[in-house]
């Protein structure tokens, strides 16, 4: 079962920068963050992964919390292209071999 | 590089047919998922393969679906015979080896109605 916790859904501006929330408090000290999203119609889309640091690439930023119990995931200029439905999963990175998606958030980008 | 394949894009079949679901992972994957959501549920874990051999799959729903992969390249979901809850878009990923340093590569799915 997912282990995390997201808002239903979400707006954000066209342009602006879209903050996901995600809560994970009992994440355990060998779980990492990722992040997928699915936009309509297509397979889930990998964005970025994390154990305790902050990181970025070319799609998105992640922010983990110090405690780790929490973390947000930044699209910095959002387009209407990122309206999609974002996974916030908490799983080992070496062993298992499934994600647990949840109910995600739903992420409108309004031009 | 080719991404992960699905055939067909869409199905639709009437209770009591057979489908069969095809999967092409990227080449050179020797890690294959099955994964669906059914209409208003989540997306849901239903298998995976290292290359031919199942390694787990303990999200199979029930005796009905059969998944393979023989030669441990592409594989087949077969559902026989279907169910409407059968119903829902069927995923297949891909990813180099387990541990999935830039996560699985999904496909586009395959749209199963059942009527």
């Known amino acids: 079962d997912a282990k995390t916790t997201q808002p239903p859904s979400m707006d954000c501006a066209e342009g602006r920068a879209a903050n996901l929330p995600c809560n994970h408090s009992?994440?355990?000290?060998?779980?990492?963050v990722y992040w997928y999203r699915q936009i309509h119609s297509q397979g889930p889309q990998y964005i970025i992964h994390?154990?305790?640091n902050n990181e970025t690439n070319e799609m998105a930023s992640l922010i983990i919390t110090e405690d780790r119990k929490s973390s947000t995931l930044i699209l910095p200029h959002a387009t209407l292209r990122d309206t999609a439905v974002y996974y916030c999963?908490?799983?080992?990175?070496?062993?298992?071999?499934?994600?647990?998606f949840g109910t995600g958030t739903s992420l409108t980008v309004i031009p | 590089e080719a991404g992960v394949t699905q055939f067909p894009s869409h199905s639709v079949i009437e209770k009591g047919q057979t489908v069969t679901l095809r999967c092409d992972p990227i080449?050179?994957?020797?890690?294959l998922y099955w994964y669906r959501r059914v209409m208003g549920k989540e997306i849901k874990f239903l298998l995976h393969?290292?290359?031919?051999?199942?390694?787990?799959e303990s999200g199979m729903p029930n005796n009905r679906f059969l998944a393979e992969r023989t030669g441990g390249t592409y594989s087949t979901l077969k559902v026989q015979p279907a169910e409407l809850e059968d119903s829902g878009v069927y995923f297949c990923?891909?990813?180099?080896?387990?541990?999935?340093?830039?996560?699985?590569?999904f496909g586009s799915g395959t749209r199963l109605t059942v009527v």
């Open positions: 990923a891909s990813s180099q080896d387990h541990r999935w340093n830039y996560g699985y590569t």
């Open positions: 080449s050179g994957h020797d890690n």
């Open positions: 009992t994440i355990s000290g060998n779980e990492y």
């Open positions: 393969f290292v290359k031919e051999s199942k390694q787990d």
């Open positions: 999963i908490v799983r080992p990175l070496n062993t298992g071999n499934q994600f647990y």
């Open positions: 994390g154990l305790k």
